[in-house]
Nanobody
């Protein structure tokens, strides 16, 4: 059974750091590109970062470049999102997602597997 399980969210202050983790089960993880998306209340789900299958190319939305880093450990079937210098506008539910392939897409509709999300709240 395919499953993506996010963890690591929480309540932090502006300027703090968090590391989100996503554990994958039930598919050949190294063959899948992985993405992180976020959804704030009343807003559509939006792209944050992605990494290609096998640790290939990475991409980021402009608002997180230089602050967030996506990485993966194929031996552990896990993908991570290191978030530094957090801002109140980063507050959202963060989801990880998977799609088979090397190039990581930035559009949510291309991803086939999704986790349940983890809440990140950044206070000012």
């Amino acid at each position: 059974q395919v499953q993506l399980v996010e963890s690591g969210g929480g309540l932090v202050q502006a300027g703090d750091s968090l590391r989100l983790s996503c554990a994958a089960f039930g598919f050949t993880f190294s063959s899948y590109a992985m993405g992180w998306f976020y959804q704030a209340p009343g807003r559509e789900r939006a792209f944050v970062a992605a990494i290609g299958g096998g640790g290939g190319p990475t991409s980021y939305t402009d608002s997180v470049k230089g602050r967030f880093t996506i990485s993966r450990d194929n031996a552990k079937n896990a993908v991570y999102l290191q978030m530094n210098s957090l801002k109140p506008e980063d507050t959202a539910v963060y989801y990880c997602a998977a799609v088979r392939g090397w190039d990581p897409p930035q559009t949510s509709r291309e991803y086939v597997y999704w986790g349940q999300g983890t809440q990140v709240t950044v206070s000012s």
